[in-house]
């Protein structure tokens, strides 16, 4: 490995805050600077700005569990993030579409296909809720607190560019409760 | 081969140019007749269209409509031109495809990797200042200097980081690359200020040592303090201590063209139209 290549590894992994502690003198003292800790907080500015600009609703949904900046840092750590911010958020909200949470799971899942939508596809794509979204979107533009689940019933989201607004919501009583998927 | 000019000896007051990326056209409005040029950069006017980005043709649009009354320079991004395994072709794909929609007086990139082994790093490191990146980047700058028949400049980054062990000084790699490939520079104030308060870089001593023939352009630009870091975050007007070392390659660089006020897109809502439009006025007031 030459030098460059030693170096600019190096640094990534120091940015990316993985690998081991560094062998390399020079990297050994930047491991232990306090200028890479800057460095990488603006890095990971940049991202949840990003992230934050174009994925509103699940970022609302993150920081009401608490856990958004959080939630970006280790999407940053573990992943290979791309500088083009539809690509990026696309990928953050992929990487959530499968998470335990099922009501973060249906955020992600619906702002995905909003996103898609917005972009052109001519897919159209269900997700299913297991609260009203109408006061889940009440409840992330304000302060308000989240509605909790309703095991009684099911929401159906149809996500389709021909739809007005793009998006329609219709309800499901007494639904065999089961965890909400994608359609 | 496109080279620098370095014959020059006299030269007119140069251009004034600002950034423009898009999205707001009555700010296009506004700075068009304040400036004579508008930096591009092709990596902020792009989007991913399925696996590839590609230039959003409503922002060419947007250029178009002020066509008539500045002149264009690009100002690329994500080139990574100092990774030690290969640059960015996606960047120069969407390069090819500016040069085919505008005509660009010059293109420049910032002397940095943003790419690592093909992962985005998020920021820009440096090139360490060693024989090797040398001959990487004097390879890369001619294989540039090949592609597109307008001048190449490179731009120097801020040293957020430690120097890695280095065998040039700072002025001197720069001399190393413009006297073996001809491609031109650009100063950026506010980089040597930040550089100069984070890093104790000697701003004298580096305008003396450099060879200011190949300084074709200067940034001027304002930024943040954090944490004891002063930041190149283009967020802010500029401090006059950076307008002063501005002036003062101003008036030792023979070939320079163009002085460039960079903001970020996501700063101007924040400063406000008539702020930046003053800060142009200012600037125009300083270089004329």
């Keep these: 490995m030459t030098t460059l290549e030693t170096y600019q590894r190096g640094l990534l992994d120091l940015v990316k805050n993985r690998g081991g502690p560094p062998t390399d003198p020079y990297l050994r003292r930047v491991a232990a600077g306090a200028e890479i800790a800057v460095v990488r907080e603006i890095a990971i500015w940049w991202r949840t700005f990003q992230i934050e600009s174009q994925c509103p609703l699940v970022s609302r949904v993150l920081k009401h569990y608490g856990c958004f900046n959080q939630t970006v840092t280790q999407y940053f750590d573990a992943n290979r993030t791309s500088p083009f911010v539809e690509e ?7 990487s959530l579409c499968e998470h335990n949470d099922p009501f973060l799971r249906s955020v992600s899942r619906f702002e995905q296909a909003l996103l898609r939508a917005r972009a052109g596809s001519e897919e159209k794509q269900v997700i299913l809720f297991d609260r009203n979204p109408e006061s889940v979107f009440l409840a992330l533009e304000g ?3 989240l509605p909790p689940a309703e095991p009684e019933r099911l929401y159906r989201m149809t996500v389709d560019r021909r739809l007005p607004g793009m998006f329609r919501c219709t309800r499901e009583e007494n639904a065999d409760a089961g965890e909400p998927t994608a359609g | 081969m496109a080279s620098v000019d370095d014959t020059a000896v006299t030269r007119a007051a140069p251009a004034l140019a600002t950034t423009y990326e898009g999205d707001d056209i009555a700010f296009l409005e506004r700075i068009a007749p304040l400036v004579d040029m508008i930096e591009i950069s092709p990596d902020a006017i792009a989007r991913i269209d399925g696996k590839q980005a590609q230039l959003r043709p409503e922002v060419l649009e947007e250029y178009a409509c002020v066509g008539s009354k500045v002149r264009f320079i690009a100002h690329g991004i994500g080139l990574s031109i100092g990774s030690f395994d290969h640059w960015d072709e996606g960047y120069l794909r969407l390069l090819d495809e500016l040069f085919d929609h505008i005509d660009l007086e010059w293109h420049s990139e910032h002397l940095a990797s943003s790419v690592v082994a093909g992962e985005s790093v998020g920021t820009m490191f440096p090139v360490p200042r060693t024989e090797e990146a040398l001959d990487l980047i004097c390879e890369r700058v001619r294989l540039i200097q090949e592609r597109y028949r307008v001048p190449f400049l490179l731009e120097h980054v801020i040293h957020l980081l430690p120097d890695a062990p280095a065998e040039f000084t700072h002025a001197a790699f720069l001399n190393a690359i413009t006297s073996r490939t001809g491609c031109g520079l650009i100063l950026d104030a506010y980089n040597l ?12 001593n580096f305008l003396n040592e450099l060879d200011l023939r190949p300084v074709r352009e200067i940034h001027l630009a304002g930024g943040v303090e954090h944490k004891g870091f002063q930041l190149d975050i283009h967020s802010r007007l500029t401090q006059d201590a950076t307008i002063g070392i501005g002036a003062d390659i101003l008036r030792r660089a023979p070939n320079l063209r163009v002085v460039t006020f960079e ?12 702020a930046v439009t003053r800060e142009l006025s200012r600037i125009r007031g300083v270089i004329s």
């Design chain 2, 193 to 204: 200020r930040c550089d100069a308060m984070n890093q104790g870089l000697d701003i004298a």
């Design chain 2, 263 to 274: 903001l970020l897109k996501e700063a101007i809502p924040l400063l406000g139209h008539d």
């Design chain 1, 143 to 145: 302060t308000g607190i």
């Design chain 1, 88 to 94: 990026l958020t696309h990928q953050f909200l992929a």
